[in-house]
C-alpha cells in the first residue's frame, strides 16, 4: 500500500482543526461587522464596506467556512485583476478591517489576513481635457449614465456624493449635504450648481441619480462603466477623474486656488496645491500668467 503523502497529514490535521475549533464562520463575523458599522459610522462608510464585503463573500465557495481558516489566499483570489490598483487595495482593506475589528471585539482569537499585498493605491493626478469628455459623452448612449457625467464635470462632485444626493438636499443653486453626511464631518458640505447643473437635479424627487434598473449606482458599478467607455475611446479615466478635471478648468480660468478648494469641499488650499502642481509645469500657462501681471 502506497504511504500517504505529507501533504495529506496538514490537509487532515486542518480539517480536524476547523472542526474542533469554536470559531464562528466568516460570513457571521462580516454580518456583524456590517451591523455594527451601519448603527456606528456614516451611511455612505457602510455602503462602501457593504458592497465590498457582499462581493467577497460570493466569492467563497465554502459558505460555512470558519474564520479562523480563512486564508489571504481567499482575498487575493477574490479580486479581480481587471480592476483598478486602487479599487482592488480598497477591496482587500474593507475585509481586512472586518477581521482586524473581530479580533479587538474578541470575536476570533486573532485575523489571518491582518497582513496582505496590497498594490499600491494609484496617484490622482489623471486629469481629463475637454476633448477627453466630449470623447466619453459621445460613447454614451445611457441617458442616466451621461447626467452622472455631466454633473461630475460640471461640479466636481466626489463619485460619493453623486450616490448620496436626493432632492431634499437641493436648496435652489447648491445641493447642501449635513455635517454628518459631509466629507470630514466637520462642516456641511456645499456643492455650488452652475445652470447646466440645475437643470439636471431639478423637478427630481428622491435620489438625485439611479441607473437604468431605477437603483442606486455604486462605486463598482460606476467603475464598469468607465471601462466600457475607455474600450471606445482608447483612454482610461475613472469618475473621480471628472473632479480633477473641474478643478483644473478652474484653476486655467483665473479662479484663486482658495476659492477652487472651497468650491471643491476642501477644508483649506493645501491639497489643493499639492494635486495640482501640475500646472505650474506648463511654460504656456506660465508665461500667460506673466503676461496677465500689469
Keep these: 500500500m502506497a504511504r500517504p503523502s505529507k501533504l495529506w497529514f496538514w490537509k487532515a490535521a486542518d480539517e480536524v482543526k476547523v472542526a474542533a475549533s469554536n470559531s464562528p464562520k466568516a460570513i457571521e463575523v462580516l454580518d456583524k461587522f456590517l451591523a455594527w458599522t451601519k448603527a456606528n459610522r456614516a451611511e455612505r462608510t457602510y455602503d462602501w464596506y457593504r458592497d465590498h ?11 460555512q467556512l470558519a474564520a479562523d ?3 489571504p489566499f481567499h482575498v487575493t483570489e477574490w479580486v479581480k485583476p481587471d480592476w483598478s ?6 477591496a482587500m482593506i474593507a475585509v481586512q478591517r472586518a477581521f482586524r475589528w473581530a479580533e479587538k471585539q474578541g470575536y476570533i482569537s486573532r485575523s489571518a489576513i491582518s497582513s496582505l499585498d496590497k498594490p499600491a493605491a494609484e496617484r490622482r493626478d489623471n486629469c481629463p481635457t475637454q476633448k477627453d469628455y466630449d470623447s466619453m459623452l459621445l460613447h454614451v448612449k445611457d441617458d442616466c449614465f ?19 444626493m436626493e432632492s431634499q438636499h437641493v436648496k435652489g443653486d447648491r445641493i447642501e449635504f449635513p455635517v454628518k ?3 470630514g464631518k466637520k462642516r456641511n458640505r456645499i456643492i455650488f450648481l452652475n445652470e447646466k447643473a440645475k437643470s439636471i437635479v431639478n423637478g427630481i424627487e428622491g435620489k438625485l441619480f439611479l441607473n437604468s434598473k431605477g437603483t442606486a449606482w455604486t462605486a463598482c458599478s460606476l467603475d464598469c462603466r468607465m471601462k466600457r467607455i475607455a474600450k471606445k475611446t482608447g483612454r482610461k479615466f475613472a469618475i473621480y477623474d471628472l473632479r480633477h478635471g473641474f ?6 480660468a483665473g479662479l484663486d486656488h482658495t476659492v477652487v478648494a472651497q468650491l471643491m469641499g476642501h477644508s483649506n488650499a493645501s491639497m489643493l496645491c499639492k494635486v495640482y502642481s501640475h500646472l505650474g509645469q506648463s511654460s504656456d500657462y506660465l508665461l500667460e500668467k506673466l503676461k496677465s501681471v500689469k
Excluded at 464585503?53 to 459558505?63: K, V
Excluded at 451621461?146 to 456624493?161: A, K, N
Design 53 to 63: 464585503i457582499q462581493s467577497f463573500i460570493d466569492s467563497l465557495s465554502n459558505q
Design 69 to 71: 481558516a480563512l486564508k
Design 247 to 252: 478643478a483644473t478648468r478652474m484653476l486655467l
Design 85 to 90: 490598483a486602487t479599487y482592488q487595495r480598497g
Design 146 to 164: 451621461r447626467r452622472v457625467l455631466e454633473f461630475s464635470w460640471e461640479t466636481g462632485s466626489r463619485p460619493q456624493e453623486l450616490v448620496l
Design 181 to 183: 453626511d459631509s466629507n
